[in-house]
Each structure stands twice: as structure tokens, then as C-alpha cells.
């Protein structure tokens, strides 16, 4: 009897083991047989990022691979597009997305990794005069894309221990678009490289200006 209740106890515990060992990606062609790779993983609003990898094991070929996103804030995930494996088993499609978005690929019973792109606003700087007298009122000047009206910009200069806030302003709409501006004068008294920078959020990262230069005569 004792033997027949420890038979019947491992034929109770053998399939809860068994689904508790099945992971993503142990599909039918085995794990690991599918891959994902984003490039680049840190993408600017409004470019676009390659989404790329492999189908491994036998038949790789001329498979359909369906990739899907699921964008902050990381609810769920829906189909965003579908390429096909060459010769190779390899495959590539790209993507535009507009805040950070979480990748995953899909072919049969195969599924990759989820890999996770950043994406940065675009952010510009302007300066009303770049040759500016001694102690004169510059216009600092930029647009934030996509929106981020009542966030912060802080205007920074390069120092020898590296960029420094030297002042802060309110990001505000910017009317028929889908962009936010900002504006701030500051007196500048010599030379220096400037930037704008806005800290990351949920949906996007940090967002960094292109580098300008003012020189004092």
C-alpha cells in the first residue's frame, strides 16, 4: 500500500513540474531558438530603430516572424509588424516609436526575449547671439517634440568637472503642434558650450540639446 500511495503521489506532482519548467521561448525548435535585438537601443523621437535577429533549427527558412510592442506605460502587447526569415533563418523589420517600448518576437511556438528601446525627446537649444559683448542678456531658446508642457529644462554649461545648470525653465505649449517650447535670458561674461536638458520620465528618457558655443569678443 505504501508503495502504491507514493506512485500515485508522483503522478499528482509530475505535470506541476513540468509547466512550472516552461519558459518563453521553449518552443517546439528548442530554447533559445529565436532572437531579438534592437539597434540602436537608445532612439531619438522621431527615428527609427531596427528590430533584428535569428530563427534557429531546422526549416529557419521563409518562416514569418511577428513582432510585438507594448509601449509605456507596459500594459500589454499588440502586433506592430511582420517580416520573414531569409536563407539564413535571418530577419529585420523597423520601428518608429514615440515614448520607451518593450519589443518581442514571435514565430510558431518560438518566442524571444523582450528587449526594451529608450526614446529620447528631441530637444533643441538656440542662442540669440552666439558672439555675445561682456555681460549681455542672451536669449536661450528651444523646442521640446513630443510635448512635455509644465516640465522642467535645465540650461547647463561645461565646466572642467563637466556641465553644470546654470539655470531652469518651465516648458509651455506650443500652439498648433505637438511640441512644447521654452525660453530664458542669462548674462554671459565669457566664453562657454551650452546645452538644454530634460530628465527622463515614464514614457521617455533623458532628453540632451545639441552643443552651443557663445564667444565674447
Known amino acids: 500500500m505504501r508503495r502504491m500511495a507514493l506512485a500515485v503521489l508522483a503522478l499528482a506532482v509530475w505535470p506541476v513540474a513540468a509547466a512550472a519548467d516552461h519558459r518563453p521561448g521553449h518552443g517546439g525548435g528548442g530554447a533559445g531558438n529565436l532572437t531579438l535585438a534592437a539597434q540602436p537601443a537608445t532612439v531619438t523621437f522621431g527615428r527609427a530603430v531596427t528590430l533584428s535577429g535569428r530563427l534557429a533549427g531546422n526549416n529557419n527558412s521563409g518562416r514569418q516572424v511577428t513582432v510585438r510592442s507594448d509601449p509605456f506605460p507596459f500594459d500589454s502587447f499588440d502586433n506592430a509588424g511582420t517580416a520573414t526569415t531569409n536563407a539564413q ?27 526594451t528601446v529608450l526614446v529620447r525627446p528631441a530637444l533643441s537649444l538656440r542662442l540669440s547671439d552666439s558672439t555675445p ?85
Do not use: K, M, W
Not at 90 to 114: C, F, H, K, M, W
Not at 178 to 190: G, K, Q
Open 89 to 115: 533563418g535571418d530577419y529585420a523589420l523597423t520601428q518608429t516609436p514615440s515614448v520607451n517600448t518593450r519589443y518581442q518576437a514571435r514565430s510558431g511556438n518560438e518566442e524571444s526575449a523582450i528587449v
Open 133 to 217: 559683448r561682456r555681460g549681455q542678456r542672451v536669449r536661450f531658446s528651444g523646442r521640446v517634440c513630443p510635448e512635455h508642457d509644465g516640465s522642467r529644462v535645465a540650461i547647463q554649461r561645461r565646466t572642467r568637472a563637466g556641465f553644470r545648470t546654470v539655470a531652469r525653465t518651465t516648458l509651455r505649449d506650443l500652439p498648433g503642434t505637438t511640441c512644447s517650447r521654452y525660453a530664458r535670458r542669462l548674462r554671459v561674461f565669457r566664453d562657454g558650450t551650452y546645452r538644454a536638458v530634460i530628465r527622463g520620465h515614464g514614457d521617455h528618457a533623458t532628453g540632451i540639446s545639441p552643443r552651443r558655443r557663445a564667444n565674447v569678443p
